[in-house]
């Protein structure tokens, strides 16, 4: 089986400032710059060969160059427990736009929607549930200053849990044109 998902890879300048970013929040699992994505559409598991029809409708999506500036600190949480920090992007439009695209060449594939709702963000940082922050949280501080990037690819990747975190690896990249 494969754990799939399609997301953005932002640019290297983009990452630097996000990694600089990082710190000052105990108990937080801060990703590392090869897992600062911004996720399109989780997939999850699938087969090879419903992999490879994915592979294939990605191949499909036409959509121009995605370009978007980092825009405030934001966090998910269940049960009133703080699970992740994220750091948003502003406009959301364009990523939207290649977000819907995206999901009718998967849609094509046999792949069903997630039900949540699609929020444009970069996580930062995971929490386990012991750990997970009880105080305020530094938000000026974990802010990083608003670059603006294009992204002129979108990547399938495959994803691989581990005790340490999740590791991703490129399948397949899409060229925006």
Wanted: charged share 20%; aromatic share 8%; with cysteine.
């Amino acid at each position: 089986m494969f754990r799939l998902f399609v997301a953005l890879k932002p640019p290297f300048a983009m990452r630097a400032a996000l990694l600089d970013a990082m710190g000052g929040v105990p108990g937080a699992r801060w990703q590392d710059d090869e897992q600062l994505h911004l996720t399109l559409s989780f997939i999850g598991e699938v087969d090879r060969h419903q992999a490879e029809d994915i592979a294939a409708a990605l191949g499909s999506v036409r959509h121009p160059p995605v370009r978007f500036a980092l825009a405030g600190l934001g966090s998910f949480d269940t049960r009133d427990r703080i699970t992740s920090l994220w750091v948003g992007v502003t406009p959301q439009d364009e990523v939207r736009s290649l977000h819907d695209a995206v999901l009718r060449a998967l849609t094509r594939a046999g792949v069903r929607p997630e039900a949540r709702a699609f929020l444009p963000h970069i996580t930062i940082a995971r929490f386990s549930r012991g750990n997970a922050p009880t105080g305020d949280i530094p938000a000026a501080q974990l802010t990083p200053a608003p670059i603006e990037a294009t992204c002129e690819h979108f990547i399938l990747y495959e994803s691989h849990m581990g005790s340490e975190g999740s590791t991703y690896t490129a399948v397949e990249r899409y060229a925006l044109l």
